[in-house]
């Protein structure tokens, strides 16, 4: 579970209350904190509810300067055992860090079969949201964007008619996400645990507040895997990632092609405007196991069948993380 919006938004208070939940609900939690200054606040504010398992990662965004940290807590946490090793991964991103870039780092080869992105909850400062969109426009765009849960937050600071406006907003960046209105971050918690754990630990929510019909409208996804076991014409290759819609932001992966010797690193970014991509030999390191061949794609949501059908054609089935 990824927690993101920009600074002051109400994120830590939210990320408290989550703990604090999940306590309550016997869950296991593993909770990272990424602090954008040297000094580390946010998680020492956490330790207050008793969060026993906490990673900090300050001095730098974990989605660009600290990346390769972010990555080797991912790892550690998600190599323990089955005792140690926890039911939700509660990642409370920097305020100023892109989730594109931070799903990039969970979806590296490394992590790609062990960590899974199941839900990011953005949180935004009603009464500062408009105003942050003209001149943070990307950066909270991609937060509101890839979000499955959006916390209008501090709802109690602004009128109706201006809290109306921030709706159409986010409604008009993201369709598919629920929206709660929050003073302080206080709402029903059981729909994210029920988005967020996996269906064989559903069992811990009480009946009454398993939130079937809210899962099925979050019927999208931000990453999608699409295995490439066999070597792919390269002209076929190239013309799918041409055709990528402009929900897929990234594209990233290896890939063997026919007549071609070893393998191969696809890139592809996209969004606004045409997407561009490069195919290139990969060399490995002496010694070193070759890569998976897959392709992993990122986006505000994707159409896991339709990228099926692109790239491995029909009969085949995605592996969504």
Not at 27 to 32: A, E, K, Q, T
Request: charged share 25%.
């Amino acid at each position: 579970m990824l927690v993101a919006g920009f600074l002051g938004s109400g994120k830590t208070t939210l990320m408290r209350r989550l703990i604090l939940d999940a306590r309550q609900r016997g869950l296991r939690l593993s909770v990272v904190v990424n602090e954008f200054g040297a000094a580390d606040v946010d998680s020492n504010i956490l330790r207050e509810a008793d969060a026993e398992l906490i990673a900090s990662i300050s001095g730098g965004c974990a989605c660009c300067t600290g990346q390769d940290d972010f990555a080797e807590t991912l790892l550690e946490i998600a190599s323990r055992d089955e005792t140690t090793r926890p039911d939700v991964l509660l990642i409370e991103a920097s305020g100023l860090a892109d989730p594109v870039l931070l799903l990039d780092v969970m979806t590296a080869v490394p992590l790609l079969n062990l960590v899974q992105a199941r839900s990011i909850i953005s949180v935004i400062d009603s009464g500062r949201y408009i105003e942050l969109l003209s001149s943070l426009g990307q950066l909270l765009r991609r937060q509101t964007q890839l979000a499955d849960f959006v916390v209008l937050n501090k709802i109690d600071l602004v009128g109706s008619a201006h809290l109306a406006k921030v709706e159409a907003h986010v409604r008009e960046l993201n369709v598919n996400a629920e929206l709660v209105r929050a003073e302080q971050c206080a709402f029903d918690l059981a729909p994210l645990w029920q988005y967020s754990l996996r269906p064989e630990e559903r069992r811990v929510l009480p009946a009454a507040e398993t939130g079937t019909e809210k899962e099925a409208a979050h019927a999208h996804y931000h990453t999608a895997v699409c295995p490439l076991p066999h070597p792919v014409e390269r002209a076929r290759l190239e013309a799918a990632l041409r055709e990528l819609p402009p929900e897929v932001w990234r594209a990233k992966g290896f890939a063997r092609l026919r007549g071609e010797a070893g393998v191969q690193l696809v890139q592809y970014t996209g969004g606004a405007g045409p997407g561009r991509f490069q195919i290139a030999p990969f060399y490995l390191p002496f010694a070193a196991e070759e890569p998976p061949t897959n392709l992993v794609f990122i986006g505000p949501s994707l159409d896991r069948e339709k990228l099926l059908d692109q790239f491995v054609g029909k009969g085949n089935r995605l592996s969504v993380i």
